[in-house]
């Protein structure tokens, strides 16, 4: 197999064999960039000069016989929201344009304690608000698998290299999909874990309350891999778990036994793709072939998920956004005469629309006489959403279910038309919401050839669970093994 | 008619925790500006608050000591307005469920006692500041912003200045009491914001009445302006209200927003408030919730000392000390508990009281510290009492002693001796003195015999000789029974 097709695990075994360097691999992923990144524009910049510096380094302590970490030399890329002290951190964001973070976010630390390569930043939908990387201010990232469809978003980028071997794996961040839909999209694995186990301290913060770090992974072990070397109790982030990190690997490869699968009757109703349909019914038969039970659940407050979501994330947003103004840092309008001026045309000038409009709908919900009917009433449904789940694992060990709604669209479909793409959510704000682990792993490709994915949704922190049943399918099919054909 | 003023008091006071509330950058005053910040207080994409365990048990015990509900579950709210000390452009707040509430207070005012409703008080975070003095620029200074804020609330229960003084002076002292700010006005760590309005009335219809408009002054940063805003607007509303009986009352105006103008010692109009104020309050996604249960509560609880006004009235009924020294001696934890020091080591509570009063306060203010920082320990001062107490030293020469002792370690008794400070009380040592004296000054002896007029200006001459001649030494009583049984044969 090429040296890019590898998964994490292979390549950390040559790398162990001595069969490849990391520089090799990693100037390697980088003449590859240089090829196929040009029309997928997944990166918005590459850290070329640090990236084989470290994986010089790392090389040189291999040779020297030092233990090293367990993602020694492996050459991954990050998302753009993600805080990082060297190069640029932007958000895709023109207000952010040129803003260097002063600091590491606690999962870069991670990353360099694990002893990763950084390979550079992927685009994303500015501040994760957007499913399709169309909504970048510095232009869209196209599928690998049919460069005229979105890779889907805010993580296209992350996914989109991914699918295209142009790093290892990735991280991205799952405010209402981010992570899982556009994995679904590109045919790779996607996990959004359990709030509060993956620190949220240096990601530029969307969602507060929903938000979460994870990795986009070509194979599941990779992504419980990453998710080991990430996930962990944080001082800095309050509301990250004192909960030991389980060891994601040590049983992934054991199947679940007993299973018993959830499927809600609501994920099949009207708005979902056939094939996808298909591809779904199919993935939970190959379960019930590998022992699993199927039960079927009705969880009728689902339907409000979508509403819900959309008024706690705008307003948690409408309030995060608000430091963006042009007095510390970032894009500042210079023609202004007064500071409350300065403030309006910065914001205006350096947001994009679909930025604009999300703070707009959150600063609307927020504000007096609007609250209680809104964001105070959208919290309460959350908790009755997160009620009907712990309902559901008490009958159920995992639920399943459809990522999106519908396969790749093409590119300009959907963006002048905000509703039609906030539906693109549909299927995964219930993660967020309720704040339970979800994956994303391939199951399947439409007729015209694009990739389907299958969303596994388990109890809280029970990552370990969610790993190895969406490893027990990953081992059953090779739709995680197909590969794109990339133009140059 | 009439009118009775009718005064809320809002007051901010910074905390004196080593770090600020939600990083660990230092809560320092005076550094070079943006010398004490960090990515978290400069509100930097990506940070996340952690809150400061020391503030909120600070702010819990003030709320104790204002006799407050403590309340077990509380919450953190985000309070968005724009302004350029605002770092994240929302404060991090308590809105509808703060620590603390309903409260009160009691003050001494001319000799009453008056309570004061504690409406609430909660946590914040302070702002930056904007530097207007730089040329062609506005600058901001953060090292302010993230400190610890305790907002007090009253209840709008002052009728006069005097007891918004007394309320203002009460709450800077039971924060010192409490030691969880040092309250220093120069430094910002005190901010007013009063509420006035006056509730007029006529006497003939004892249920009538109607208030003026409500109006709010902000940000008075020391008593003398907190002092003069109200008296002024006390009177400026009266004048409205008599100019215009009819229209200027509540519910025909709205409430108002004045800035108090410090050389013209006005107020001045800045808005009116036609509705609530819009700050788009929501819980505070970053932080979790807190949850106060018994044991950390107790642990609070038992630190709480003893308040000012019911050491003050211990003091009065165990010392019997007067209202003035007994004022004095509480105005700061610090003096009341040296005091008390000095009593336990065995002093007389009035000669402790007076030396601390006349030597002690005003020394340490001379040196900008307080009694105890002036170096002298309770047990030394006791000693030095003790000489007084027993006639051993005079009350003049203990207080020239009282001062000696800041420079010398030695025992206040070796001082005495090693300056000869010591009084004679020795009559036979004195005897020789008054003999001669007396042998030397017979026009004296004779006017004092005599009981004349002359009589008392004449014993007088004769202690004074013999004071001097005794280098200030003889005890003057030992020394006055001596001349008299001299002179007048009296036992």
Known sequence: MELHCLSIHQLAAELAKGQVSSCQATEHLFERIERHDPVIHGYLELQQDAAIAQADRIDKRRNDGETLGPLAGVPLAIKDNICVSHGRTTCASKILGNFQSPYDAHVIEALNAADAVILGKTNLDEFAMGASTENSGFGLTRNPWNPETVPGGSSGGSAAVVAADLAYAALGSDTGGSIRQPAAFCSVVGLKPTYGRVSRYGLVAFGSSLDQIGPIAKTVPDAALLLAAIASHDRRDSTSAELEVGDYLAEIERPVKPLRIGVASEYFGPGLDKEIAQAVRRALDLYESLGAEIVELSMPLNKYALAVYYIVATAEASSNLARYDGVRYGYRDRDSKDHIDMYSASRAHGFGAEVKRRIMLGTYTLSAGYYDAYYLKALKVRTLIKQDFDKAFEQVDCIAG?????????????????????????????????????????????????????????????????????RMFEQATDYHQRKPKLQS | MGYRPTIGLEIHVELSTASKMFCGCPNHFGDPPNSNVCPVCLGMPGVLPTMNRQAYEYAVLMGLALNCRIATFTKWDRKGYYYPDLPKNYQISQYDLPLSSNGYIDLLVNGQTKRIGITRAHLEEDAGKNVHDLPGCTGVDLNRAGVPLLEIVSEPDMNSVPEVMAYARSMRQLVRYLNISQANMQQGHMRFEPNISLWVFDDAEPD?????????????????????????????????????????????????????????????????????????????????????????????????????????????????????????????????????AVVQAGASPHRAANLIQSQGLRLANERGTDVAGLGISAERLAGLCKLADEDKVSATTAAGIFQAMLESDDPPEKIAQDRNLMQVSDTSALEAIVAEVLSENGKAVADYKSGGKKAKKARSFILGQVMQRSKGQANPKVAGELIDRKVLGQT
């Open chain 2, 208 to 340: 009538g009445g109607h208030y003026t408009p409500i109006v709010e002054v902000k940000n008075l940063n020391s008593f003398r302006s907190l002092e003069r805003t109200v008296a002024f607007e006390i009177d400026r509303q009266a004048g409205q209200w008599q100019a215009d009986p009819d229209g200027y009352r509540m519910d025909k105006m709205s409430k108002q927003n004045r800035g108090w103008d410090d050389v013209r010692e006005v107020t001045v109009y800045q808005r009116h408030k036609e509705e609530a104020d819009e700050y788009r309050y929501f819980p505070e996604p970053d932080l979790l919730p807190v949850e106060i249960d018994d044991a950390w509560l107790g642990r609070i609880k038992a630190q709480l000392p003893e308040l000012p006004i019911a050491r003050y009235a211990r003091f009065r009924k165990e010392f019997g000390l007067d209202e003035k020294l007994t004022t004095l001696l509480t105005s700061e934890r610090g003096t009341a508990d040296y005091f008390e």
């Open chain 1, 402 to 470: 459809p990522v999106t709604p519908t396969p790749p669209f093409k590119l300009g479909e959907k963006i002048d038309d905000p509703l039609t793409l906030y539906l693109s959510d549909v299927y995964t704000v219930m993660a967020n919401l309720t704040g339970l682990p979800a994956i994303s792993i391939p199951c399947g490709f439409s007729s015209a050839g694009l990739p389907i994915g299958l969303q596994l949704t388990t109890k809280a922190f029970s990552e370990e669970l969610l790993l190895r049943i969406a």
